[in-house]
């Protein structure tokens, strides 16, 4: 039985098949999540100036603007989770060594049964974060390699969810070193350090620059004008939005990468037991052990 992937040769090999392969996935996961990550400041922009306009907005505007922007928002969550499982499935594909395709991985990841399936385990970590922090990210591990079982094994629905879950528990060690469930933690902990210091990075000028404007306002004697300062910052939350999604979308090269070759080293390690085990099974007993 090989012994288990350690985390920091884990972490090389993601980096190395992120560097060999990034050129050729980056561009079709990343330019639809810009574009639809720049219009939620708009649609932002749109609803709290018509809050805090001169005008006192109907209910029928009020009802219009809330589905308006809670629709943009929904449709982002939901691509973001496809764009982020086509690159799950392109890394399968290289990790297997077959021809790379972004085209067919999207189409793939549109099959209902793919988007049910995100959904479903998407939404089994929601209602256990409602109870508890620690519940949610409990069923967000067992459930982080649903993609790759999708991609790799033809499984969907509480099957893929299943199997996802057992590979996750497969820890024969029984050491906290090797346990999968701790080496996803570390990979998505990871991505996470990474994106959230990214988005501090791009969003602190947005933030000096909210501030300056109320300033000078201040300044000059004249308090700024809630809507029309939302205006302004809506404006300048446009860019920071798109290079925001550009460079988690990067990270999430990585993560995919990580959680593939984790994928494929708990079912390598798991599916090489069984077979110990069957081969054990039909050589029978050894030779001089008394039957039981």
Known sequence: MNDPIPIRVLIDEAVKKTRTHFRAMFLAAAAPLAALN???????????GALMGEKVPGAADLVTGFLALFGVLGLTLVLTALAYGALTVTAVDAVNG???????????MLRPRMIGTVL???LAAALAA???VVPGIFVGLLFCLVVPVMAAEDLFGTRAMGRSAQLVRHNPQRTFATSPMFKAFLVLF????IGSAVGLFVGLPVM????VLMWR???AGEPPDPAVLVQKMMWIQVPAN???????????????????LLYFDLRGRREGQDLEAAIDDLAGPPQGALPE
């Open 38 to 48: 720049g219009l939620v400041p708009l649609a932002q922009g749109v609803w709290m």
């Open 98 to 108: 077959r021809e790379l395709s972004m085209k067919r991985s999207w189409l793939r």
């Open 120 to 122: 479903l385990s998407g």
């Open 130 to 132: 409602v109870c508890c």
């Open 190 to 193: 990871v991505g996470w350090l």
């Open 208 to 211: 000096v620059i909210q501030q």
């Open 217 to 219: 306002g201040v300044a």
């Open 242 to 260: 798109v290079l925001g999604s550009l460079a988690n979308t990067a990270v999430a090269v990585y993560m995919a990468f990580a959680l593939t």
